[in-house]
């Protein structure tokens, strides 16, 4: 027998085996958000570390700079401050703030949907009208009112974003719970003697944690918008800190003679919540079985 066929015999090696299983499973689109949020997260969290200057130094003498210089790669704004690294200081506000309210938006949605679904009655009839009143309230004007009528801070910021959407989390929430508390599983523990904190923490909540993962990633994007509109309008992440929002508002007025000011940070932006929405839509597919 040749060698030639000797090699078209050859059992596929582990390593390509695995390659082609994920580019199976993992579209090339998601695939490239999945790098882009890694490389966001990296950003974050090494921020200190890349930022190559202070995000209040300046530098008079280079104004305005156009980008492609050695020594500012994303030009100058009107002060003469690094664009690049008033944008890694942008990346991890903006990701910190859409984060944490995310986190303060699950669980406080999840927390009432399981109060509804245990107690029932004028308990549940009180968290539906609460999330139907949520539902209906413009969220952006009520943040307007509250930031201009306390002041921004980034706390008052966080919580403000946490109270988005968690209407969603406590209608799912409350409606997985029923459904489960219906099963087998929830009730053979009940007979057991579980408390309802057990019941629902060891046990509904992992069953229903997958469909509250993809309404996070759903919502993620969604605060990273509002905060950056706030922001935009002078009302969210105040001076000198900086936000993605906070670029794109101030670098509105230099759009004609500067537009890397503005474009920068709205480039981010965009594939930023782009690439979470692809992955939160992937992650649907995946983990829902109804859809499979």
Not at 100 to 119: C, D, H, K, N, R
């Amino acid at each position: 027998m040749s060698s030639a066929n000797l090699t078209d015999t050859q059992p596929p090696r582990p390593a390509s085996a695995l390659l082609k299983r994920i580019r199976r499973q993992v579209p090339v689109s998601v695939g490239l958000s999945l790098a882009w949020l890694a490389l966001m997260v990296l950003v974050a969290a090494f921020a200190d570390v890349l930022r190559p200057y202070g995000i209040t130094a300046m530098d008079l003498g280079s104004r305005l700079s156009p980008p492609g210089s050695m020594t500012h790669w994303l030009g100058t704004d009107e002060l003469g401050r690094d664009v690049l690294s008033r944008l890694i200081q942008s990346i991890r506000v903006s990701l910190v703030i859409a984060f944490g309210a995310t986190i303060i938006s699950a669980v406080f949605g999840t927390a009432l949907g399981f109060a509804a679904a245990q107690f029932r009655g004028v308990v549940e009839h009180l968290v539906l009208v609460l999330a139907d009143f949520q539902a209906a309230l413009p969220f952006l004007i009520m943040s307007l009112a509250v930031l201009a009528f306390f002041g921004s801070s980034m706390v008052l910021l966080v919580c403000l974003m946490g109270f988005y959407g968690w209407e969603r989390y406590a209608r799912i929430a409350r409606g997985l719970a029923i459904s489960a508390g219906a099963q087998g599983y929830a009730a053979s523990v009940v007979q057991l003697g579980a408390t309802p904190a057990r019941v629902y923490f060891r046990h509904i909540l992992p069953n229903v944690a997958s469909t509250l993962i993809v309404s996070m990633t759903l919502t993620f994007p969604e605060i990273i918008l509002m905060e950056s509109g706030l922001s935009f309008l002078g009302l969210g992440v105040q001076p000198p800190e900086t936000s993605l929002g906070n670029m794109v508002g101030f670098g509105r007025e230099y759009l004609t003679r500067a537009p890397w000011i503005m474009l920068a940070p709205a480039a981010v932006i965009m594939l930023t919540t782009l690439s979470i929405s692809l992955v939160g839509d992937w992650l649907r597919d995946r983990l829902d079985p109804t859809i499979r």
